[in-house]
């Protein structure tokens, strides 16, 4: 089971409440607060249709830039001793530590479930 969807560009959460019996969520990977709800599957991704429509104009008639999530940057903590391994090896092979790191993450299996999750949407 799928707990996201997204629309234009935003990534949203799916839970569900048995104390309420609603299905809920938010935006995730930003700091403003849009949430939504509904008491189908139907009515949830409709709400979030709207919850997202709603901030972009909201930015829109505010004169501000819309907050992007997932921009491509983030930082990690890793050992030292690790560090300079991937330096070594990065600098072997004349390639950044950046491209050597995007490459192995590319191969994960989250980036390979993402990139099949993203290949059904788009056939659906």
Not at 35 to 44: P, T
Not at 49 to 72: I, M, N, Q, R, T
Not at 76 to 105: D, F, G, M, V
């Amino acid at each position: 089971m799928n707990n996201t969807i997204q629309y234009k560009g935003y990534v949203g959460s799916v839970e569900f409440s048995e104390e309420d019996g609603i299905f809920y969520g938010k935006v995730m990977g930003i700091r403003s607060l849009i949430s939504y709800e509904g008491e189908n599957a139907h009515d949830l991704i409709e709400d979030f249709h709207e919850a997202v429509d709603d901030y972009l104009e909201e930015c829109k008639s505010d004169g501000k830039k819309p907050e992007v999530a997932f921009k491509g940057s983030f930082n990690i903590r890793i050992s030292p001793e690790l560090h300079k391994q991937i330096y070594i090896y990065a600098a072997a092979h004349q390639i950044s530590i950046n491209h050597y790191i995007e490459e192995t993450l590319e191969e994960s299996p989250a980036a390979k479930t993402a990139n099949y999750t993203t290949k059904q949407a788009m056939q659906s």
